[in-house]
């Protein structure tokens, strides 16, 4: 990259697929704001690893259902990096219930997932929408998943809030031009811990088998795959706004639920 290190703060970023965008940013050149909630010793050896590339790497805590800790995490990467090029909205939670089973989840889960999955991506990008604007191509990709546009995952309130977060992207998309493009990525399974923990260990892999029998191209889609086209997006899809990509292996297709 040409010129003055471009600045990005990647939420939810100590493991899986944000800490592997964190980390294909810093390849490529640019200084990372690793945000965390709760594990600051992953978070900080994610930007010890994003260091090794020369770049500038910080952590900062916080919880992006919160506003205060979005403006507090926005401000941290401005004095740390003096400016914000990109932001990727990875934070995100959910609950482990089958869709059928509708007493499996109750108000105080809705409104948990959709003020992280939503309220959050929301949040930040207000918090650091004045500095995304002043960088001259600012650029946010907000991860979502095939649950949002399939009707799968592993809740009905993890599928309607990431149907929600594909819906503000395509708003925010039209709002925010021509100052700061908005897309999207739409992971499938990917291959992480949080899967195994949601899921546990038998059914996880059970999982696993099926997808790689099952996806067109016969693959669990990993952290580093997803990584790749969000980068892309940030960097180089300078005529793209207002788009999902889906990042599956095909998995979208099938139009089916594993488990």
């Excluded at 899986?16 to 490529?28: F, M, N, P, S």
């Excluded at 929301?122 to 546009?149: E, K």
């Excluded at 990431?162 to 925010?172: E, F, G, I, R, S």
């Excluded at 300078?238 to 292996?249: F, K, Q, S």
């Amino acid at each position: 990259m040409n010129g003055e290190p471009r600045g990005a703060i990647v939420t939810g970023a100590s493991s899986g697929i944000g800490a592997a965008v964190a980390v294909e940013l810093a390849r490529r050149g640019v200084d990372v704001l690793v945000n965390y909630v709760q594990n600051r010793t992953a978070a900080e050896a994610i930007a010890a690893s994003c260091r090794t590339h020369g770049v500038r790497a910080e952590v900062a805590q916080g919880d992006v259902a919160a506003d205060a800790d979005c403006r507090a995490v926005a401000a941290a990467a401005l004095a740390a990096f003096g400016r914000i090029d990109y932001l990727v909205n990875n934070a995100g939670v959910s609950k482990f219930v089958a869709h059928a089973k509708l007493d499996g989840l109750d108000a105080v889960d809705f409104a948990r997932i959709f003020a992280v999955n939503v309220t959050g991506a929301f949040q930040m990008i207000r918090a650091a929408l004045p500095a995304l604007t002043a960088s001259g191509h600012g650029a946010v990709v907000n991860v979502a998943s095939i649950a949002g546009t399939c009707g799968i995952g592993s809740s009905v309130a993890y599928a309607a809030s990431k149907a929600a977060l594909l819906n503000m992207t395509v708003t925010l998309a039209r709002a925010l031009a021509p100052a700061v493009r908005v897309n999207a990525v739409a992971p499938g399974f990917v291959d992480t811990p949080w899967h195994v923990a949601g899921m546990g260990e038998e059914r996880y892999r059970k999982a696993i088998a099926h997808v790689t029998e099952g996806t067109p191209l016969q693959a669990v889609t990993q952290p580093a795959d997803v990584a790749e086209p969000i980068v892309w997006l940030l960097e180089r899809a300078g005529h793209v706004t207002g788009e999902t990509m889906h990042v599956d292996a095909g998995l979208h297709l099938r139009m089916g639920q594993f488990g």
